[in-house]
């Protein structure tokens, strides 16, 4: 595997997920393997295919549900330092983050309110960019789609306040892909068609593929 650095240090990988409520985002995970995966369910909501419950759970120690920023990077944290046999962790959505964090801090008002918003989510995506080299951290996170300055239609990931929008969240990643529902199937597309879906050169052989986790990250295995 090539190994991505950030000043001279190995780090691990971050892959986006974005599309409408849906689109096949969090049933996508289906064929990742319970062994060596842990879902944070920053929804709450729960996963999107029969039997998750027995694959996902407390017991097995690879599911929680939390929307509180804090808490996604403390797990996040202890499974880079501690738990080794986890080589995939994924934050279902990364909205949710955002909203809940959002709504509890409603009633404050100033812009002091949105530059923490801001920095609580950036905080998390940049810190997993340090992890080691063999954990991928999925983010799944919601569409939103508008004209942009040319007059066309634009695709990105759906942010809360003008601070995110300014970062671009997808800066961050290694690899982003747009989840749509095409004629009743699901797939991913693999490089921009009026979004900001991006993946490494050469690593998908078109610009639709099914929407299977598991295929993505072997695909991926050698960026």
């Known amino acids: ?22 689109a096949g985002k969090t049933t996508s995970l289906r064929t990742l393997d319970p062994a060596t995966t842990y879902i944070i369910d920053a929804d709450k909501k729960g996963l999107s295919w029969k039997g998750w419950k027995q694959q996902y759970n407390n ?10 920023p804090a808490t996604i990077r403390s797990i996040l944290k202890n499974i880079n330092d501690k738990a080794p046999h ?4 994924v934050v279902d959505t990364l909205n949710g983050v955002m909203v809940a964090d959002e709504m509890r801090r409603s009633k404050e008002k100033g812009f002091d309110k949105w530059q923490d918003l801001a920095q609580c989510v950036w905080e998390t995506v940049d810190d997993a960019l340090t992890y080691r080299d063999d954990l991928t951290v999925v983010f799944i996170c919601h569409s939103q789609t508008e004209i942009n300055d040319s007059g066309y239609l634009w ?27 095409v004629d009743g199937k699901h797939i991913f597309e693999t490089q921009s068609n009026f979004s900001t879906a991006k993946s ?18 072997k695909a991926l295995d050698e960026f």
């Not at 490494?200 to 990250?217: Q, T, Y």
Request: with cysteine; aromatic share 4%.
């Open 1 to 22: 595997m090539l190994e991505s650095e950030i000043g001279g240090k190995s780090m691990s990988k971050l892959i986006g997920i974005m599309g409408e409520s849906g």
């Open 59 to 68: 017991e097995n120690r690879n599911y929680m549900a939390t929307d509180n």
């Open 86 to 89: 986890v080589k995939v962790v």
């Open 155 to 181: 695709t990105r990931i759906k942010t809360s306040g003008k601070k995110l929008d300014k970062i671009v969240l997808e800066s961050k990643f290694n690899t982003v892909l747009l989840a749509k529902c």
């Open 200 to 217: 490494p050169l050469g690593a998908f052989e078109s610009k639709e593929i099914d929407n299977n986790m598991a295929d993505v990250l």
